[in-house]
């Protein structure tokens, strides 16, 4: 139990900050925050060690975060969503909006497969939901977001040096 103790002190401040930035909300930041804790408690057990413990407690937070979007889907506008999305995947743009065009452009050119993974994940679906929907694997989901991810990019840097 101290050790959980611990890991809240050294971690509490950062991913309320994380979960602030996510939701916007005090409230909401404050009640995810309890919640990622509380899930941390109760799977120590299942973690693996394949990452840090703070990139541990940040999944768990924000797979919290996305649980809690897709609650409230029909309140939420795809293009908020898309813009976080961006903003966490991407690197930053001095003209998001612009950007965000940019990318809805690009995605528009790729497969139907490729749209519809990379719009589900924006929606906040998991991998796992992704894969049950789209009758492809959970890897296949991660590797075409992951390609779809790495273009993108790619190609936004080619437009900016132009």
């Keep these: 139990m101290k050790e959980m103790e611990q890991l809240y002190r050294r971690h509490k401040d950062e991913l309320y900050r994380y979960l602030l930035a996510l939701t916007g909300d005090r409230e909401a ?6 919640e990622t804790f509380l899930q ?16 541990w407690l940040f999944a768990i ?12 889907r029909e309140t939420v506008q795809e293009s908020d969503l898309l813009e976080r999305y961006v903003l966490t995947s991407l690197e930053e743009s001095a003209d998001r909006r612009e950007t965000l065009e940019r990318i809805r452009r690009l995605v528009a ?8 993974v990379f719009h ?11 894969a049950q929907r789209l009758s ?19 190609q ?6 132009r």
Aim: charged share 35%; net charge positive.
């Design 120 to 130: 589900m994940r924006v929606s906040g679906y998991s991998y796992a939901e992704i």
């Design 109 to 116: 050119e790729k497969d139907e497969r490729t749209q519809s």
């Design 40 to 55: 941390a408690m109760l799977g120590i057990g299942r973690f693996r060690g394949e990452s840090s413990v703070r990139t």
């Design 156 to 161: 936004l840097e080619k437009e900016e040096r």
């Design 29 to 34: 930041a404050g009640d995810l925050l309890q």
């Design 61 to 72: 937070a924000r797979n919290l975060w996305l649980k809690s979007l897709r609650k409230k």
């Design 136 to 154: 492809i694997s959970e890897s296949s989901a991660r590797v075409i977001e992951h390609r779809l991810r790495t273009w993108l990019k790619q």
